[in-house]
Nanobody, 126 residues
Framework: EVQLVESGGGLVQAGGSLRLSCEMS????????MGWFRQAPGKVREGVSC????????YYADSVKGRFTFSTDYDKNTVYLQMNNLKPEDTAVYYC???????????????????WGQGTQVTVSS
């Protein structure tokens, strides 16, 4: 059974940091596209970052470049999203996703994910 279990969300002041974790089970992380997405109230879901193991590249949305870092621990089958210098506009429910496809070499090109986490709330106060 494939499972993606997220943790690490919470309430933080602007300028603070959080690290989201997504433990994946039921498949190996090799040779897949994985991603982090977020959805704020009243807005469509947007891609935050994705990584393609096939080309070793990591892609970020312009709004988070230089502040967020996607990392992978293959021994633990876990991916992380380190979020620094958080801003109120980063407030959203964050989702991890796995077994996607890289259709274009940018975060919008990471699509067709088969598996999703349950989401974790990140709230940044001003």
């Amino acid at each position: 059974e494939v499972q993606l279990v997220e943790s690490g969300g919470g309430l933080v002041q602007a300028g603070g940091s959080l690290r989201l974790s997504c433990e994946m089970s039921g498949f190996a992380l090799d040779y897949f596209v994985m991603g982090w997405f977020r959805q704020a109230p009243g807005k469509v879901r947007e891609g935050v970052s994705c990584v393609s193991s096939s080309d070793g590249s990591t892609y970020y949305a312009d709004s988070v470049k230089g502040r967020f870092t996607f990392s992978t621990d293959y021994d633990k089958n876990t991916v992380y999203l380190q979020m620094n210098n958080l801003k109120p506009e980063d407030t959203a429910v964050y989702y991890c996703a796995a077994q996607g496809k890289l259709l274009r070499r940018d975060v919008e090109g990471c699509e067709y994910f088969e598996y999703w986490g349950q989401g974790t709330q990140v709230t940044v106060s001003s």
